[in-house]
């Protein structure tokens, strides 16, 4: 091919820099912002960002290796035989188109979860120490296994310690900032209130129904001997659990089924063009449809329970539900530790709240028999859904974390013992 090959060869590496640079210019956030649905979360921005940053740097390795090619007269020797250039032809004609795609969808693909692993009894946990992405949000867990502060088991001081049992929701799904979710905010404002400190627990771990939490706290969360227990229900705790293998379903929980079976495992799943062999092309369109699509399954079954509350099958599922609370409770009350219930809605019961509140009223009269107080954030949440308070189906914005918190703060303050005599442990 001699120089002529050479001069292709400098042209491919010119051309696919100049490819790069153009991605570059192009790939701007807000460009990318005016097609796409909802607001981009600040961890997708962030990818955007580096994203840009890698197409620049690539484009610049390109051109500056196309100018000392032509300047290195060795190089342009070794660039000019017919095996070299028809290899550069072959990757700049498929590779480059193929980088392109995978790096600039990338930041719209969700990662498989390395903040989950297996557990006998409670079918998943969290594992102590682990960093990730979880929901658009940057979230790390502490050496016990929680999200948040890590709290030490022993007592010290004279803070009000409150433990939270609870799903995503309670986890604080979508949110980075720790104290922006309501478990930590509601201690910040008590503490204020209260002029002493107060310490949250902040136990909620995703996809959690009150078996596994039960189950936990038996296990673990009675070592931190808080003064109240807090569980906080969403809906959803009613109808997940049937889906389980341990209550007659095929699934082993979407948390461990979207987890990471090691290195390789995690390092696919990064690469948008992987994902689409695995999922589907629908998780390259902007939003991470997997996930949102198993959301919007999981609210259509929630509002089949609401439209047909006399099914066998959900009547299964409050059996279940109210069985584990009432557990809950009692092991409370054998404590003498103060207990309470607070209830989540879906973010479309904000638009008909009195049509779709038969499972808030069933969960308040449960309580009212069980002598726990009980908190509703239906009608707290509808008065202020002009606001933008739920990041999707079921789980809060910040918006929606600060309201709840201003909420179950003032509930309690009115209803529940903050500083219960505990009784010795048994």
């Known amino acids: 091919m001699g120089s002529s ?31 796409t649905p909802g607001e981009l979360a600040p961890l997708t921005l962030e990818k955007l960002r580096a994203v840009r940053i890698d197409f620049a740097a690539t484009a610049a390795a390109l051109l500056a290796l196309s100018f000392v090619v032509a300047r290195i007269p ?8 017919d095996r070299v250039a028809s290899v550069l032809l072959a990757a700049v004609g498929l590779v480059l188109p193929l980088t392109l795609l995978d790096c600039g969808l990338r930041p719209f693909v969700e990662p498989k979860s390395t903040l989950y692993t297996a557990d006998h009894e409670l079918g998943w946990k969290l594992v102590p120490g682990a960093e990730d992405e979880d929901g658009g949000a940057r979230v790390r867990i502490n050496a016990k296994g929680l999200r948040g502060p890590e709290v030490a088991y022993e007592r010290a001081g004279g803070a009000i310690r409150i433990l939270w049992l609870g799903d995503s929701v309670t986890f604080g799904y979508g949110v980075e900032a720790t104290d922006a979710i309501f478990p930590f905010r509601v201690a910040a404002l008590l503490a204020e209130r209260l002029a002493r400190p107060v310490e949250s627990v902040d136990a909620g771990v995703g996809g959690y129904s009150p078996w596994q939490e039960q189950a936990w706290l038996e296990r673990d969360g009675w070592r931190y001997a808080p003064d109240v227990v807090v569980v906080g229900f969403v809906l959803n705790d009613l109808t997940e659990p049937l889906s389980l293998v341990r209550y007659g379903g095929k699934g082993e929980g979407w948390q461990l089924a979207r987890s990471a079976r090691g290195a390789l495992d995690r390092w696919l799943s990064q690469s948008a063009l992987a994902v689409s062999l695995r999922d589907g092309f629908a998780t390259l369109r902007f939003g991470r449809d997997v996930r949102r699509g198993a959301q919007a399954l999981e609210s259509h079954d929630v509002q089949r329970m609401i439209a047909q509350p006399q099914d066998p099958l959900w009547q299964q599922s409050w059996r279940i539900a109210e069985g584990n609370l009432a557990r809950i409770f009692a092991s409370a009350r054998q404590r003498g530790v103060s207990a309470a219930l ?3 809605p879906y973010a479309f019961q904000l638009d008909a709240p009195d049509a779709t509140a038969g ?10 028999e069980q002598a726990v107080p009980v908190l509703d954030l239906l009608p707290v949440l509808s008065a202020a859904r002009a606001q933008r308070l739920f990041l999707d189906a079921s789980h809060l914005s910040a918006s ?17 013992s903050l500083d219960a005599a505990r009784a010795p442990q048994a």
Do not use: K, T
């Open 400 to 416: 929606g974390h600060a309201i709840a918190s201003d909420a179950i703060a003032a509930f309690l303050l009115e209803r529940v």
């Open 74 to 81: 060795s190089l342009s020797r070794w660039l000019a035989r």
């Open 342 to 344: 607070v209830i989540f």
């Open 359 to 368: 499972p808030q009223r069933r969960l308040a009269a449960f309580a009212r």
């Open 5 to 35: 090959g050479s001069n292709v060869g400098r042209a491919l590496l010119s051309g696919a820099g100049l490819v790069y640079l153009a991605a570059a210019l192009v790939y701007d956030a807000r460009l990318i912002a005016l097609f």
